[in-house]
């Protein structure tokens, strides 16, 4: 037979192409051999001299992986099981204490290791735990990305069955850097609106091009895995992760979320959508987040509980079944699921249990499962079978309804539910031992079988996107996409479409460039920040400052200009306060969306939902209790800015995490806009004129707060919305450029009247 391949030296690997095949990578001075069969080559991972069926790249991905599952000892399979803790590369800078890692036994620092090599921990996690799916946070640039990349799948390809690592990443294209997950990124990778701003453009299929852009600069990284989209219906406006999702609409959210998954899974040409330019999407949250009782998030044991007071949960079940397991493309459905920390408060219709999503039979194998047919991966969240911490704010473990159990016995819980990989565990330990467990509750047959079923779905997902084939790097290639030219400027141009212009009396936008224009300094009392860590008191000169020195003359005081530009953040508050606590009370106060002292008059007189072993009550009702926002002088920022500029314009631009109630400072804005996380530049592009604003509201602005008390955690479109002072309704998908209120085909599709309503 003809010899159909041939082969290239890169640095570090050899490339090797099959004429008319998959090309094939393998690691100089690897244990690996070629095998060639009807002239084409494949790897020899086994090392036997004979073709084995997962060696056979032309075989579909499915029965590569049920052989190669047959083949792996509980050990290995516990391995594919784990998802290793964020991964700092290299390890080192302000977030190394938290995720650290040590080289030969020392600091990076003090090691003088490059900044691609490999920790100890890695090293460690891949070759004893066998652990072959890595999250990335930090990447210090390409370079370092790539060469990382490469000597990590070379220590993988040399170890077991030579499986290759799966590398994720939480979302790292948005421009916002405050994001907890995104840590501190150094590639240059382009900038995009994200999640809630991705909305506001109001174009899926804007967000299908974002996903194949995304798709290939994370290929060029080394990342085979998105840990998104965020699909939750954001129907509770006090939600902390509201603005990561694509908001309430529910139809919206569907078509987002298919333009997304097909976006980052499809390689073009592809028979079955999959291949080497694809990226396997990790959907979240099932069965939905946003319903967290008064907005108190489920990464605390305070925020534990989702409530359904409308009855709307088969609503919130729709962006997974009509979009995530419902695509356009060939890949036909997302090729994982995370669900919520959350427990889905009196959701479970078959065995009636109060417990974490991922430990729910009903939530898991009843209806994900069994009603809707899912067979993709379901990886639990980060640290759900951790022990929580000794109170109810404390960042800890995540094992919510399933406290009083053992590791071991949480991660049996799990399993029993349908769950094949457990978010944030390097270790296999608790893994073996649930096991164990298993084979005296179910017999050793039967957990053989439960363990093949998650390591073949998992092992699949690896095969669909070509790892096994090539999971190296070529440097200059991945230095061309990363950050080129093109994907940086349609991503700013993302921003900038996302931009929403709410106000503009008199037409005061555009601005006139090279004006003289005072931008005052910001001060922001001291929370409880994502990781619960109270934050310092914090004086901050706005990053809009810095970059509007490109645009006007910036002054010191406002005595001295022509107009002002006041940028803000919307209201920052959390839903427990430990001070309170200490001195007799509950802990639960009200999130507010306004700046000044808010008492919480209309809350419910009793919770829904409660119960924690860490209390002795199970009312967290909140009523007539006060809650102020850290950032409450924002507003004074506003107030103060806008006596003293007297007549002369006051432009507020407000950062939006959340719906916030206007009525504080609309009065005494003269223009508002509201961005979802972008650069100051696509703000300063906008009221100069350089872009023309046509960003919509992808959300309500309440009336006020008791209207936000009002409204159903699981309700969409329930709020009584703002009124200006030029009578504008700052309702869903209400929007101005500099001629008036916009009104166009997004709107006459997605606008008020043509949404429906859950229930």
Not at 17 to 37: H, R
Not at 348 to 363: P, R
Not at 469 to 478: F, I, Q, R, V
Not at 628 to 643: F, M
């Amino acid at each position: 037979m003809e010899k159909k391949w041939n082969e290239a030296e890169k640095e570090g690997y050899r490339l090797i192409y099959n004429e008319g095949g998959k090309d094939l990578g393998i690691s100089f001075g690897s244990k690996v051999t070629i095998i060639t069969e009807d002239g084409f080559a494949f790897k020899d991972f086994l090392g036997t001299g004979e073709l084995a069926a997962y060696e056979d790249w032309r075989l579909p991905a499915a029965e590569r992986a049920a052989d190669l599952a047959s083949r792996l000892s509980i050990e290995d399979i516990a391995g594919l099981m784990l998802y290793s803790a964020h991964q700092l590369i290299p390890a080192r800078g302000p977030l190394s204490a938290a995720f650290g890692g040590t080289y030969g036994g020392k600091s990076f620092d003090e090691s003088g290791a490059d900044p691609w090599d490999l920790t100890d921990q890695q090293k460690e996690f891949i070759v004893k735990d066998r652990v072959r799916h890595v999250l990335i946070m930090k990447l210090q640039d390409t370079e370092t990305a790539v060469k990382w990349n490469n000597r990590l799948q070379a220590l993988a390809e040399n170890t077991g069955f030579g499986i290759p690592a799966n590398n994720s990443s939480d979302p790292r294209h948005g421009a916002g850097a405050a994001a907890e997950y995104m840590g501190v990124t150094g590639e240059p990778i382009s900038k995009w609106a994200n999640g809630i701003g991705l909305t506001a453009a109001f174009e899926p299929e804007a967000v299908r091009e974002f996903g194949e852009i995304g798709a290939a600069e994370y290929r060029a990284l080394g990342i085979t895995t998105a840990l998104s989209p965020q699909i939750d219906l954001a129907t509770e406006p006090r939600w902390m992760r509201f603005a990561d999702t694509f908001g309430e609409h529910t139809e919206l959210t569907v078509e987002m979320t298919r333009a997304y998954c097909d976006g980052f899974q499809t390689t073009k040409g592809s028979e079955d959508g999959w291949g080497a330019d694809s990226v396997n999407t990790m959907v979240k949250h099932f069965p939905g987040g946003g319903p967290c009782e008064a907005g108190r998030d489920g990464h605390y044991a305070y925020g534990k509980f989702a409530v359904y007071p409308g009855g709307n949960f088969e609503e919130h079940l729709r962006p997974f079944t009509e979009g995530a397991f419902s695509l356009n493309g060939g890949t036909k459905t997302a090729s994982a699921v995370m669900p919520y920390y959350t427990i889905s408060y009196g959701a479970d219709q078959t065995c009636g249990e109060n417990v974490g999503n991922s430990f729910s039979k009903y939530i898991v194998n009843d209806l994900l499962r069994e009603r809707f047919g899912y067979d993709g991966v379901v990886c639990t969240d980060w640290g759900i079978t951790h022990d929580m911490g000794k109170t109810e704010e404390e960042f800890a473990g995540k094992c919510w309804g399933v406290e009083t159990l053992t590791e071991a016995e949480r991660h049996l819980k799990a399993l029993e539910a349908g769950v094949d990989q457990f978010g944030g565990n390097n270790d296999a330990g608790p893994v073996l031992e649930a096991y164990r467990m298993g084979c005296e509750k179910y017999g050793e047959e039967a957990m053989r079988s439960r363990f093949e079923r998650s390591a073949s779905r998992l092992l699949r997902n690896i095969f669909q996107t070509g790892l096994f084939e090539n999971p190296y790097l070529d440097l200059e290639h991945s230095c061309q996409v990363v950050g080129c030219r093109e994907f940086t400027e349609k991503g700013y141009l993302s921003q900038l479409k996302s931009v929403t212009l709410l106000k503009n009396r008199a037409g005061v936008l555009p601005l006139k460039e090279h004006i003289r224009v005072y931008i005052p300094r910001r001060h922001i009392r001291p929370y409880l920040d994502f990781m619960s860590s109270m934050t310092p008191d914090m004086h901050v000169e706005p990053a809009g400052k810095g970059a509007a020195a490109d645009y006007f003359v910036v002054v010191d005081t406002p005595e001295e200009a022509d107009a002002a530009i006041c940028f803000i953040e919307s209201p920052v508050s959390v839903g427990y306060d430990p001070e309170d606590r200490k001195q007799g009370g509950s802990g639960y106060v009200p999130v507010t969306l306004q700046y000044r002292p808010y008492e919480a008059k209309q809350a419910r007189l009793h919770s829904l939902a409660g119960g924690d072993p860490l209390e002795d009550f199970d009312d967290r009702s909140y009523r007539g209790k006060w809650n102020t926002a850290a950032n409450e002088e924002d507003l004074d920022l506003v107030l103060d800015t806008k006596k003293r500029m007297g007549d002369r314009p006051v432009i507020v631009s407000v950062n939006l995490k959340n719906p916030m109630v206007m009525a504080e400072l609309e009065p005494c804005a003269d223009a508002i806009l509201v961005d979802y996380g972008v650069s100051p530049q696509a703000v300063l592009d906008v009221i100069t004129g350089r872009f023309i604003p046509c960003g919509l509201l992808p959300l309500q602005m309440p009336a006020d707060m008791d209207t936000v008390e009002r409204q159903a955690e699981d309700e969409a479109f329930d709020m009584e919305c703002y009124v200006d002072s030029e009578g504008h309704v700052y309702e869903f998908g209400f929007g101005m450029n500099f001629d008036g209120v916009i009104e166009d085909e997004r709107t006459e599709k997605y606008g008020r009247q043509n949404r429906r309503r859950t229930k």
